[in-house]
């Protein structure tokens, strides 16, 4: 089962900054928050991950409260082509085997 | 710097058939990993191959298998396919890092 909770759906008008939330309160010490989302059919594609300090890159930012029970995904200038099902998974870093289990995720729908 | 290539794209096969699908991998990436995802059970974890090994499976019958070659290029096979195998199977290849680069995807399609 899927260790993290998020909304089912949300909308952010275009231009906007989208927020999504994460809820993973069971975390462990070394387990790292990772984000991916799923445009309709495609393959998902990797956003972001972090472990406890904020991190940003080219797509969004990630910030994770202190106590690492929650995170928020912030796209900063939503555009159409965000719509998608957006992925929060915990997951222990590295590339020991593990894989990803992915929740039913947040579906962000971009309005114009 | 190419991605993870899944071949084919679309696939229709009959019931009782067997099905091959194959991945390369984002070049130096040595891990690979299977996921099928269908409407009524999302994304699921299939297995995962590192250097020719398999070091996790998922939770799906002995129908589904797979393999790596030394190039780290992988295939998946399902044999006696059922209409319930009908899916999108994603395969994704990881850094040492961790994160996982997944493909487009094949469409399996069983009639």
């Known amino acids: 089962d899927a260790k993290t909770t998020q909304p089912t759906s949300m909308d952010c008008a275009e231009g906007r900054a989208a927020n999504l939330p994460c809820n993973h309160s069971?975390?462990?010490?070394?387990?790292?928050v990772y984000w991916y989302r799923q445009i309709h059919s495609q393959g998902p594609q990797y956003i972001i991950h972090?472990?406890?300090n904020n991190e940003t890159n080219e797509m969004a930012s990630l910030i994770i409260t202190e106590d690492r029970k929650s995170s928020t995904l912030i796209l900063p200038h939503a555009t159409l082509r965000d719509t998608a099902v957006y992925y929060c998974?915990?997951?222990?870093?590295?590339?020991?085997?593990?894989?990803?289990?992915f929740g039913p995720g947040t579906r962000l729908s971009v309005l114009p | 710097k190419a991605g993870v290539t899944q071949t084919p794209r679309y696939l229709i096969k009959t019931r009782g058939q067997q099905v091959t699908l194959s991945c390369s991998p984002i070049?130096?990436?040595?891990?690979v990993s299977w996921y099928q995802q269908t409407p009524g059970q999302g994304l699921q974890f299939l297995f995962e191959?590192?250097?020719?090994?398999?070091?996790n499976k998922g939770n799906f019958p002995g129908r589904f298998s797979g393999r790596q070659f030394s190039n780290s290029r992988s295939e998946m096979n399902v044999s006696t396919l059922e209409l319930g195998d009908s899916a999108l199977y994603l395969c994704?290849?990881?850094?040492?890092?961790?994160?996982?680069?997944f493909g487009q995807g094949t469409r399996l399609t069983v009639v």
């Open positions: 994704a290849s990881s850094t040492t890092r961790g994160e996982a680069f």
């Open positions: 069971t975390i462990s010490g070394n387990e790292y």
């Open positions: 972090g472990l406890k």
């Open positions: 998974i915990v997951r222990v870093d590295g590339n020991y085997g593990q894989n990803f289990v």
């Open positions: 070049s130096g990436h040595r891990s």
């Open positions: 191959y590192f250097s020719e090994t398999q070091r």
